[in-house]
T-cell receptor, first 115, second 110 residues
Framework: GAGVSQSPRYKVAKRGQDVALRCDPI?????LFWYQQALGQGPEFLTY????????KSGLPSDRFFAERPEGSVSTLKIQRTQQEDSAVYLC?????????????FGQGTRLTVV | KQEVTQIPAALSVPEGENLVLNCSFT??????LQWFRQDPGKGLTSLLL?????REQTSGRLNASLDKSSGRSTLYIAASQPGDSATYLC?????????FGEGTQLTVNP
């Protein structure tokens, strides 16, 4: 596709519900990131993939958060037993090559509201 | 741990003014620095990417500079327009991630 695509754009979840957020990176892009952005703040790092390998997951806030990219393309961020503090915009970014060399392209984000 | 600070947090200017947004970072061991624009309810749009070996990049009315040794970058916007109103974020790439500042919310008044 022309850009990074994320779905759904908006998600309302009841507290305790599990959610899955999808990211379709730009075709052929090697690197993929997930970020969490609270209202009025800058994005915070969650996790980084190079192809299918999850190289850094140190930003995941708890073991309720899980991300995968099984075939090195589409990625899914899963949040189990959602809580109110999980409400945020979740952004996905992809890069053509490894992190240090290239420009990051971001999707439109998924706005998660936990009620 | 890399920390990124952006000043000012908010800026309101009349149309036509030239303006400067500031970004500072604590660890100078970076690969590159990227400036983004974010409109309300939207994702991030990349504006300029400066590699660590470069001093500046230009795109249209935008010019970004990088002084890696002092840990600073500036984004210069010439002849501002109401359509430039948005939040501007800088991000430095180091280690295995991009680290973002909190952003500068720019309003250009007609």
């Amino acid at each position: 596709g022309a850009g990074v695509s994320q779905s759904p754009r908006y998600k309302v979840a009841k507290r305790g519900q599990d959610v899955a957020l999808r990211c379709d990176p730009i075709s052929g892009h090697v690197s993929l990131f997930w970020y969490q952005q609270a209202l009025g703040q800058g994005p915070e790092f969650l996790t980084y993939f190079q192809n299918e390998a999850q190289l850094d997951k140190s930003g995941l806030p708890s073991d309720r958060f899980f991300a995968e990219r099984p075939e090195g393309s589409v990625s899914t961020l899963k949040i189990q037993r959602t809580q109110q503090e999980d409400s945020a915009v979740y952004l996905c970014a992809s890069l053509k090559q490894r992190l240090m060399n290239t420009e990051a392209f971001f999707g439109q984000g998924t706005r998660l509201t936990v009620v | 741990k890399q920390e990124v600070t952006q000043i000012p947090a908010a800026l309101s200017v009349p149309e036509g003014e030239n303006l400067v947004l500031n970004c500072s970072f604590t660890d100078s061991a970076i690969y590159n620095l990227q400036w983004f624009r974010q409109d309300p309810g939207k994702g991030l749009t990349s504006l300029l990417l400066i590699q660590s070996s470069q001093r500046e990049q230009t795109s249209g009315r935008l010019n970004a500079s990088l002084d890696k040794s002092s840990g600073r970058s500036t984004l210069y916007i010439a002849a501002s327009q109401p359509g430039d109103s948005a939040t501007y974020l800088c991000a430095v790439t180091s280690g295995s991630r991009l680290t973002f500042g909190e952003g500068t919310q720019l309003t250009v008044n007609p």
